[in-house]
């Protein structure tokens, strides 16, 4: 069983920056892909980035040069370093660890960027 954490969330204005982190509990952190998703209201939950067990990263057009993936396994932990933040990065971003056979989400965090 593995449970996730997210925090970082929060209120930035237009052009700022945040970073969420995602705490993993349980062990074999690092064979997981560890993804970030988000949802806005009333639209379905997108991928925003994912990382490998192995590092390979991949990002949704709308973030790529903005948003960066990366983990940290001896920390049990996934960070999301978000630049550059529009409006329309507003939504609940969720943390997801994957491998065969499991598949597990976080709660979420809330990022809202407004002026």
């Known amino acids: 069983q593995v449970q996730l954490v997210e925090s970082g969330g929060g209120l930035v204005q237009p052009g700022g920056s945040l970073r969420l982190s995602c705490a993993a509990s349980?062990?074999?952190?690092?064979?997981?892909?560890m993804g970030w998703y988000r949802q806005a209201p009333g639209k379905q939950r997108e991928l925003v980035a994912a990382?490998?067990?192995?590092?390979?990263?991949n990002y949704a057009d709308s973030v790529k040069g903005r948003f960066t993936i990366s983990r940290d396994n001896a920390k049990n932990t996934v960070y999301l370093q978000m630049n550059s933040l529009k409006p329309e990065d507003t939504a609940v971003y969720y943390c997801?660890?994957?491998?065969?056979?499991?598949?597990?989400w976080g709660q979420g965090t809330q990022v809202t960027v407004s002026s």
């Open positions: 349980g062990s074999m952190f690092s064979i997981y892909t």
């Open positions: 990382i490998t067990g192995g590092g390979s990263t």
């Open positions: 997801r660890a994957t491998r065969i056979m499991y598949d597990y």
